[in-house]
């Protein structure tokens, strides 16, 4: 009984770590770099969607190594779902209805939807461990990320022209810290790999917690999904919030929705390649 409350008070600090890590340190420096590049909200939605991802990519792999390939899927699948899930949160929450109805946000959000589609049809047939579809993935990953990047220039190359004419006009302002853009950089990359480690610590707590409770498989990857989508509910919401305070709303909603797109292709597409590859290989 004693070890379990260990491990469980071990986990809740693990998991409020990862908050206080992508609230405080990572959405920072997202928009530092985002700043000093002039980057698109598009373009901060993507960068954010593959930093959060990192907790995914350990906890599946580490999944996958020790034999259990079913919480690999099961992780990847509820990590998808719960993105969608806080997505729409904090979009009512921030009282942004309105704006995912522009046609590109609606196609992007059809596209997360297949994210879900994928893995629930993978479970359904037992295919989750074939080898042909690592090279299928990987097309999908690129056929996806090119109609997110045309139907954004179709749809909303008007709004992102005026917010990078907003950035020109702040360029002054921040011209001297565009020296800083290779800390920025540096920094950004050290905070995934500190998430990848307490996304290590963390899934290796639930596990054990699991084990003790005699939790089955399928329900130790639904609940790493919760875990490991925590980064992501937080950029979400500071997202939006952040172009709240510059009378841009729309822009938070494009960047946080290609921070959901993002992430739930990535932890589709190439974190279960990288599960399928290490399976083949120790199996």
Do not use: W
Request: charged residues 15%.
């Amino acid at each position: 009984m004693q070890e379990i409350l260990v491990e469980l008070i071990k986990f809740i600090f693990l998991a409020l770590m990862i908050v206080f890590i992508a609230k405080y340190i990572l959405v920072g420096l997202l928009r530092r770099l985002a700043e000093t590049l002039g980057l698109k909200p598009r373009t901060v939605g993507n960068i954010t969607g593959f930093a959060t991802s990192t907790p995914e990519i350990l906890t599946v792999s580490f999944s996958t190594g020790t034999g259990l390939i079913g919480a690999g899927i099961f992780n990847i699948l509820s990590s998808n779902i719960i993105n969608f899930l806080q997505y729409l949160f904090s979009i009512i929450i921030n009282k942004n209805g309105k704006i995912i109805k522009n046609t590109a946000i609606k196609i992007d959000i059809l596209l997360v939807l297949i994210t879900i589609i994928i893995p629930i049809f993978l479970i359904k047939f037992q295919i989750q461990t074939q080898t042909v579809l690592v090279p299928i993935f990987i097309l999908l990953a690129f056929l996806f990320f090119t109609i997110n990047k045309n139907t954004h220039k179709k749809y909303l190359s008007k709004e992102e022209k005026e917010l990078e004419e907003e950035i020109q006009k702040e360029e002054k302002k921040i011209h001297g810290k565009k020296r800083k853009t290779f800390f920025y950089i540096f920094c950004l990359i050290l905070t995934s790999y500190l998430l990848f480690l307490i996304g290590d610590r963390l899934s290796s707590s639930l596990e054990t917690l699991c084990h003790h409770l005699e939790i089955s498989e399928e329900m130790i990857g639904i609940l790493l999904g919760f875990v490991t989508s925590l980064p992501e509910l937080i950029t979400f919401f500071e997202s939006q919030k952040h172009y709240a305070k510059q009378n841009n709303s729309k822009a938070g909603v494009v960047e946080a929705t290609n921070n959901l797109l993002s992430s739930n292709i990535v932890t589709l597409f190439l974190v279960q390649s990288i599960s399928i590859i290490i399976f083949t290989i120790t199996n």
